[in-house]
C-alpha cells in the first residue's frame, strides 16, 4: 500500500463525514437485523383489537350516557369501604401476603362457599386468590390447557375467552345459544338454549375443557340443573375439565335459581370455579378474583400464580374479609348483600326494558347478571353510510354515541365470525346504574325520533 493510499484511509476514519455516513448505515443495517426480533409472540397474534379499548375511549365524554362497560355507578356497601381505610392502617397488612390468598380470606372465602357447597372446602390447597376472574380465568388456562387441545366456548361469551384459549396453544370450539324458533314477544334469556345433539357433536379426544358462565355475560342467562347436567355428562364420558365462570353468581332475580355445576355428581373433581368480589360487592376496581376447586387442579393454578403475579394486594384482601363475613353472618336475611343487590337491580332491569319496549326495541329480559341485550331490528336504522366492514352492531353504537349521546357494547364482540350473522343485531346494555343515570337514558330513548 503506497502512503498516497494510506493518508487517505487514515483521513476518511477520522472525518466528521464519514463518522455520521458510516453510523447512519450501522444503524439501518441495526434496524432491519432487529425487526424480526421486535415481532410479536405468534401466540397473540391477531389478538391486538378489543372491544373496551375501542369504546371506552370513545364513551369517555362526560355528556355521553354510559350504559356499555359494565362498572357500577352505584356505591359499594360502607362497610366493605370503611374495612379497606381500617385494613390500610394496619402496617403489616400493607406488606406482601401469602401468595395464594391472604390467610384471612382464604378462610372466609372457605366458610362462605363451604355453605353454599355444602361440602367443606380447604382454605389453602383448594382455593387461589387472584387479580380479579380474569387472573383466574388465565391461571387455569396456563395451568392446564395446552398446544393441541381444544377447549368449548358457548356463545356469546366474555371475550377474553378466545384469547386465552390462544395464547395457551389450544383451539377455541365455539357453540353458540340459539334463539327458540317460536319466540317473537316477551323474550327472557331463558328462551335461548343449546342444541344438545350439537353440543355433543364438539365433544372428542382433544377436547381439554369447556368454559361456561352462569349467569352468562351478555345474556343474562342462568343455566338450569337440567342444562348444567346435560353438560355435565359429556364431561363426564369424555373426561373433560369444566372451567365455570361465575362471578356473577349472586345476580340472580325472583324465580330463578343459581346452581353450581361443580355440585353436580362426579363434578367438583374436574371444575375450577371462578368468582369476583368486584361482581359480589360492586367494587370492579379493586381486581380480586378467587378460583375453588379440588387441590389435584387448584395446585397446578397456584404454580401459575406464584410464576407471574405471585401475591395480590394485601389491604383489599384484609378489607375484603370483613367483607365477606359481615354477609356471611347474614346469609339468608332481607339485609344480605349477596341477596339484597339482586333486589335493587331486578327493578333497574325492569324499568330498562319497559322504556326500551316503549320506543320499538325488544329487550332479552335477563334471569341473572346485570346486562340486557337489546334487538334494535326495528328501529331499521339506516347505516350502509359508515365505511367499513365492521358488524352492524359496532357500526350502530358508533352512530348512537355521537348522534344520541349513549353508549352501549355490541354484541358481536362476544362472538365467533361464524355467528356475526345472528347477534349482530344486538347491542348490550348495562342496568348497575343510578337512577340519575337510567333517566338520563331514559330521555334519550323516549325522544329517539325527535
Known amino acids: 500500500m503506497n502512503i498516497t493510499h494510506l493518508t487517505f484511509r487514515c483521513y476518511l476514519s477520522t472525518s466528521p463525514l464519514f463518522r455520521v455516513n458510516s453510523a447512519r448505515l450501522l444503524s439501518a443495517t441495526q434496524v432491519t ?55 390500610a392502617s394496619v402496617d403489616r397488612l400493607n406488606q406482601y401476603t401469602r401468595g395464594f390468598g391472604h390467610p384471612s380470606l382464604v378462610k372466609a372465602l372457605s366458610q362462605v362457599y363451604g355453605k353454599v357447597y355444602d361440602r367443606e372446602i380447604d382454605p389453602f390447597k383448594e382455593i387461589l386468590v387472584t387479580v380479579g376472574g380474569y387472573g383466574s380465568l388465565f391461571s387455569c388456562m396456563q395451568a392446564l390447557v395446552e398446544h393441541g387441545d381444544e377447549v368449548i366456548i358457548i356463545e356469546p361469551f366474555f371475550d ?56 352468562n355475560n351478555p345474556i343474562g342467562k342462568i343455566f338450569t340443573r337440567d342444562e348444567l347436567q346435560a353438560i355435565a355428562d359429556l364431561c ?83 378489607s375484603m374479609t370483613q367483607g365477606l363475613l359481615v354477609d356471611y353472618e347474614r346469609m339468608g336475611q332481607p339485609d344480605c348483600y349477596f341477596s339484597s343487590l339482586a333486589t335493587e337491580l331486578e327493578a333497574k332491569r325492569d324499568r330498562l326494558a319497559t322504556i326500551l319496549h316503549s320506543v320499538g326495541m325488544t329487550p332479552v329480559v ?34 348512537m354515541i355521537k348522534e344520541k349521546k349513549l353508549a352501549a357494547i355490541p354484541v358481536t364482540a362476544f362472538c365467533g365470525d361464524d355467528s356475526r350473522k345472528q347477534f ?27
Not at 370513545?58 to 354510559?66: E, F, R, Y
Not at 348497575?432 to 329517539?448: F, V
Open 33 to 87: 437485523m432487529a425487526s424480526s426480533r421486535h415481532k410479536n409472540a405468534k401466540r397473540i397474534e391477531g389478538l391486538d383489537k378489543n372491544v373496551w379499548v375501542a369504546f371506552t375511549s370513545v364513551a369517555a365524554d362526560p355528556a355521553i350516557v354510559n350504559l356499555g362497560q359494565g362498572y357500577p355507578d352505584i356505591p359499594p356497601p360502607l362497610y366493605v369501604k370503611e374495612g379497606l381505610a381500617q385494613a
Open 160 to 215: 377474553c375467552y378466545v384469547p386465552m384459549v390462544r395464547m395457551a396453544g389450544a383451539t377455541p370450539v365455539l357453540i353458540p345459544l340459539r334463539l327458540k324458533p317460536d319466540k317473537k314477544r316477551n323474550i327472557t334469556s331463558a328462551d335461548w338454549v343449546l342444541d344438545q345433539d350439537e353440543l355433543a357433536s364438539k365433544f372428542n379426544s382433544k377436547t381439554k375443557a369447556i368454559i361456561i358462565n352462569t349467569p
Open 236 to 318: 363426564i364420558k369424555h373426561d373433560t375439565l369444566c372451567f365455570s365462570d361465575e362471578v356473577y353468581e349472586w345476580l340472580t332475580y325472583k324465580g330463578h335459581q343459581h346452581i353450581k355445576i361443580a355440585t353436580l355428581p362426579g363434578m367438583w373433581e374436574r371444575t375450577v370455579t371462578i368468582s369476583s368480589a368486584g361482581k359480589t360487592f360492586s367494587v370492579t376496581g379493586w381486581k380480586l378474583g378467587w378460583s375453588i376447586g379440588p387441590e389435584h387442579l387448584v395446585k397446578h393454578l397456584q404454580t401459575v400464580m406464584q410464576n407471574t403475579l405471585y401475591t395480590c394486594p394485601t389491604p383489599l384482601q384484609g
Open 424 to 450: 349482530e343485531k344486538y347491542i348490550r346494555l348495562c342496568f348497575i346504574k343510578q337512577d340519575s343515570t337510567l333517566d338520563a337514558a331514559e330521555g334519550i330513548l323516549k325522544n329517539w325520533n325527535k
Open 366 to 399: 335477563p334471569e341473572g347478571g346485570y346486562f340486557m341485550i337489546v334487538d334494535v331490528t326495528a328501529l331499521n336504522q339506516d347505516l350502509s353510510h359508515m365505511e367499513g366492514d365492521e358488524a352492524y352492531d359496532y357500526k350502530f353504537i358508533k352512530w
